[in-house]
């Protein structure tokens, strides 16, 4: 069965630095891979996927993933963090014949000024 | 256009009684999908319908839940003598097919937050 790992259970990031947020996925084939942003009150957002193809992804709001087979690894990036992107942040898998996904635990962002 | 809605957007019930959770997938969808968030997790897969039929149940924790989409739109998640254990956040997504990763995005609704006394 398919698993996601995000080792980092909170992080905080000055606003206008950089931001590397760690995913890690255990699939015995290609795996379909996305990362989804959920803020206070709100449903979850996609932000981007992963299919196939260029391993590099864009998505909303700035931020991008790189999908490395070899360290069964999808990070999510965003060059410069604004005070609005503080949410959590959640790293999927799917697989097999269906459309249901597999989550990680989740990343809290805090955002300081 | 309008999202997921679900309703209610709270449910506070004591222990061993019954609750039903609504969803209002966006319109046109055949894909609805129901995920359990608990306190300090990520979401994880309860069942997934397509059209009117449960494609993959596998998520159900036991028989006290059920879920149905009688019409193929809005879906119901039922929960039978209710425990303590069952507290958590329940989200509902739709997509526009299903099953075709290539063309489909989950959107998810708010979710209900469910708390058993």
């Known amino acids: 069965a398919q698993s996601v790992t995000q080792p980092d259970i909170h992080i905080t990031v000055s606003e206008g630095a950089s931001l590397e947020l760690r995913c890690n996925y255990s699939y015995g084939a290609t795996p379909y891979l996305f990362w989804y942003v959920q803020s206070p009150g709100q449903g979850l957002q996609l932000l981007l ?10 998505g909303i709001k700035g931020f991008e993933a790189e999908f490395k087979r070899s360290q069964s ?13 503080a949410a959590e942040y959640f790293c999927a898998v799917g697989a097999g014949g269906y459309s249901t996904l597999t989550f990680g635990k989740g990343t809290m962002l805090l955002v300081s000024p | 256009g309008a999202g997921v809605s679900q309703t209610p957007s709270n449910k506070v019930t004591e222990k061993g009684k019954y609750v039903e959770l609504r969803c209002d997938p966006i319109s046109g969808h055949t894909a609805l999908y129901w995920y359990r968030q608990s306190l300090g997790q990520g979401p994880e897969f309860l069942i997934y319908f397509q059209g009117t039929g449960a494609a993959d149940d596998s ?22 003598r209710t425990e303590r254990g069952d507290s958590a956040v329940y989200l509902c997504a739709s997509s526009p097919s299903g099953g075709v990763f290539g063309t489909d995005t989950q959107y998810f609704g708010p979710g209900t937050r469910l708390t058993v006394l």
Do not use: C, M
């Open chain 2, 59 to 80: 998520g159900l924790p036991n028989d006290r839940f059920f879920a149905v989409r009688p019409e193929g739109s809005v879906s119901t998640l039922k929960i039978q």
């Open chain 1, 49 to 58: 996927k992963y299919f196939s193809g260029d391993t590099l992804v864009q």
């Open chain 1, 73 to 85: 690894s999808f990070n999510l990036r965003k060059p410069s963090v604004h005070w609005s992107d």
